[in-house]
């Protein structure tokens, strides 16, 4: 089974970029969608970057598009979560999951139902301030 363990969040000024790793063990993640949520205190967790595992497919929520980018490292079988131009609107809990890819068109989405999550990293806390 996969396990994926999430990195590189803290405490960053306003304005400032983070980049957020989320490292996978267990098993290879090609073919999957890897994606990264993130939680508002007090709110639902939502998706805000995919990626499709070995190829250059990805999708992002409208809210962050222009400041967040998700990459892979497939010799390191990690994938980051670069972000830029951080609010205080970006404090939140972040999460790497695996979701299940769709048959037929393509393989990832956002947004994406919880129900397809197949695999949730424990969580890597960011706070703007």
């Known amino acids: 089974d996969v396990q994926l363990v999430e990195s590189g969040g803290g405490s960053v000024q306003a304005g400032g970029s983070l980049t957020l790793s989320c490292s996978a063990s267990?098993?290879?993640?090609?073919?999957?969608?890897i994606a990264w949520f993130r939680q508002v205190s007090g709110k639902e967790r939502d998706g805000v970057a995919v990626?499709?595992?070995?190829?250059?497919?990805?999708h992002y929520a409208d809210s962050v598009k222009g400041r967040f980018t998700i990459s892979e490292d497939n010799l390191k079988n990690t994938v980051d979560l670069q972000i830029s131009g951080l609010s205080l609107n970006d404090t939140a809990t972040y999460y790497c999951?695996?979701?299940?890819?769709?048959?037929?068109?393509?393989?990832?989405?956002?947004?994406?139902?919880?129900?397809?999550?197949?695999?949730w990293g424990q969580g890597t806390q960011v706070t703007v301030s």
């Open positions: 999951a695996l979701v299940q890819p769709l048959l037929g068109g393509s393989p990832c989405r956002i947004p994406i139902p919880e129900r397809d999550v197949r695999i």
């Open positions: 267990g098993s290879n993640i090609r073919y999957n969608c």
């Open positions: 990626i499709y595992s070995g190829s250059d497919i990805t």
